[in-house]
């Protein structure tokens, strides 16, 4: 087989990953790599590289394979790397991280740092996956992420006691997206109560907060952000067959990304946003949020615990996090619940 691209060289040392994490690296740069290359660089067979191949399209990835050229992904993608991200935080987060880990593959980010002890007050743990086994969303649902295509990133942070306005933090974290995806590029991103992140309506990304604390102690809570970057059309289209309108970095306009830069993004947005939180609460996002609302004056279905829907108009946040909508009994407040615009 002929190849067009550069020799595979592994700079990541990943020689102890499992196979279809090294053909994954092998792979990232968007090019043709024939078989017999890969088996020759990675030590192996080429039957081994195909068993590789065929693993990594059923974790959902997306991938050309073309007689007397080889294999290559549709779209390149930088590999996460714990130095690279480090790299790119600020000198004052970047203290506050304590320990910051990428992994192949693992059942949940969040989990893993639940099973954990908590930091120490004002210190942060970071765990990321390139694939979640069982990765969640809102209300136990899956949350779909190829590996390469997405940040799926969890950080853990401990309060000293449980803060006032603890209900509100999906919030602050959502307004502490936007911030990181504005630096980034991103301008149009929107945030959607209580914790989804949307450009054109379509979702971008999600978080999951979990929370463990003790009685008159102090409380920690596990922030997870997922972050679509390059999902490719066919996954975008599965997504879509859940009911759910899907999108990510590279058709919000960001060209050729930088995943490590974009995870860097996010964890010093997030610790800077935990900090103010701590001490302020959600004042300090308020404003931010109500400029970037997807919902505020449009009309409406809210469904909580319960089955029963409440429809009305989306009047914006209180300061406490809740959800107002003007109902035909008046206006009511939402803490949680799933809400959906009105197509009529």
Not at 89 to 95: H, Q
Request: proline fraction near 4%; hydrophobic fraction near 45%; aromatic fraction near 4%.
């Amino acid at each position: 087989m002929t190849n067009d691209a550069a020799p595979f060289s592994d700079p990541m040392n990943r020689g102890n990953d499992p196979l279809v994490a090294r053909v994954s690296v092998a792979l990232a740069d968007g090019q043709f790599h024939s078989g017999e290359e890969l088996a020759k660089a990675l030590g192996v067979s080429r039957s081994a590289i195909w068993k590789a191949v065929r693993s990594l399209r059923d974790l959902g990835a997306t991938l050309h394979a073309v007689r007397n050229r080889g294999y290559r992904l549709t779209t390149a993608s930088e590999p996460l790397a714990a130095g690279a991200i480090r790299e790119r935080l600020s000198p004052d987060v970047s203290a506050r991280v304590k320990s910051l880990e990428v992994a192949w593959s693992v059942g949940s980010t969040n989990t893993v740092l639940l099973s954990r002890a908590n930091p120490s007050n004002g210190s942060s743990e970071v765990m990321l996956a390139e694939y979640q086994t069982a990765g969640r969303g809102r209300r136990g649902r899956a949350w779909l992420a190829p590996p390469g295509g997405s940040i799926c990133l969890s950080l853990s942070w401990t309060f000293r006691g449980v803060p006032a306005d603890l209900s509100a933090l999906g919030l602050v974290i959502g307004v502490c997206k936007l911030r990181a995806l504005r630096e980034l590029g991103v301008a149009n991103a929107k945030v959607k109560w209580p914790n989804d992140i949307l450009v054109d309506d379509r979702k971008l990304g999600g978080i999951l907060i979990e929370l463990r604390a003790e009685s008159g102690g102090p409380a920690c809570v596990v922030i997870g952000i997922g972050l679509n970057v390059a999902l490719g059309a066919p996954l975008l289209a599965k997504i879509a067959e859940t009911g759910i309108a899907a999108t990510d970095l590279i058709t919000a306009g960001l060209s050729k990304p930088s995943r490590n830069a974009v995870a860097g993004a996010l964890v010093v947005s997030c610790i800077r946003g935990l900090l103010d939180f701590e001490t302020e609460g959600l004042r300090p996002f308020i404003e931010e949020w109500r400029d970037a609302d997807a919902l505020r004056g449009r009309m409406v279905d809210l469904r909580g615990g319960t089955d029963e829907v409440a429809r009305g108009l989306a009047r914006g946040v209180d300061l406490h996090g809740a959800l107002l909508v003007e109902t035909p009994e008046g206006l009511k407040k939402f803490l949680s619940g799933d809400v959906s615009v009105r197509v009529s």
